[in-house]
T-cell receptor
Framework: NAGVTQTPKFQVLKTGQSMTLQCAQDMNHEYMSWYRQDPGMGLRLIHYSVGAGITDQGEVPNGYNVSRSTTEDFPLRLLSAAPSQTSVYFC???????????FGEGSRLTVL | KNEVEQSPQNLTAQEGEFITINCSYSVGISALHWLQQHPGGGIVSLFMLSSGKKKHGRLIATINIQEKHSSLHITASHPRDSAVYICAVDRGGSNYKLTFGKGTLLTVNP
């Protein structure tokens, strides 16, 4: 099993550009989520999904979209990047909604 | 006040020392997670617990639900234990959102 795979690991964008961070897991996990991690702050939930076709907002959803068309994939879309979205992004999954979390390696995004 | 507070924020120890990291929370929870993040690295789940105590190798996690407090202990610390340790709480019910502490940076010197 590859676990949770995030791509790309690094990305530089200009303000206003759009992009998609990919997240895939091969563990048949029900729950998937996206977090951002900023200096001096704890991890903050952006969006989450409790199964294919079901998504919901977390603490900081503005400027991000998600979809969950399959159990395996949970992409995070930045519609129009802003410097405030410069951060490290982590995708995580768990077998059941309230289970142990498995994290991807993170994606460092810089918006100029 | 944050719902999840960790202490200390930074901790420096000598190899072999016994380490304790604390997590206090102000809300009712159904479970608490301890995570480890090495510098520049990914995040690994260490424990998920809802009562009592769990042990894995040199790591021990305890939780006191009544006092709203959890501790992570590291026995015989080693430089490879140097990392940020993060506490997160699950408020239970239909709330699928974890609340995270800001982390404790542990440095273990040889």
């Amino acid at each position: 099993n590859a676990g949770v795979t995030q791509t790309p690991k690094f990305q530089v964008l200009k303000t206003g550009q759009s992009m998609t961070l990919q997240c895939a897991q091969d563990m048949n996990h029900e729950y998937m989520s996206w977090y951002r991690q900023d200096p001096g702050m704890g991890l903050r939930l952006i969006h989450y999904s409790v199964g294919a076709g079901i998504t919901d907002q977390g603490e900081v959803p503005n400027g991000y979209n998600v979809s969950r068309s399959t159990t395996e994939d949970f992409p995070l879309r930045l519609l129009s990047a802003a410097p405030s979205q410069t951060s490290v992004y982590f995708c995580a999954s768990s077998y059941r909604v309230k289970g142990e979390l498995f994290f991807g390696e993170g994606s460092r995004l810089t918006v100029l | 006040k944050n719902e999840v507070e960790q202490s200390p924020q930074n901790l420096t120890a000598q190899e072999g020392e016994f380490i304790t990291i604390n997590c206090s929370y102000s809300v009712g929870i159904s479970a608490l997670h301890w995570l480890q993040q090495h510098p520049g690295g990914g995040i690994v789940s260490l424990f998920m617990l809802s009562s009592g105590k769990k042990k894995h190798g040199r790591l021990i996690a305890t939780i006191n639900i009544q006092e709203k407090h959890s501790s992570l202990h590291i026995t015989a610390s080693h430089p490879r234990d140097s990392a940020v340790y993060i506490c997160a709480v699950d408020r239970g019910g239909s709330n699928y959102k974890l609340t995270f502490g800001k982390g404790t940076l542990l440095t273990v010197n040889p």
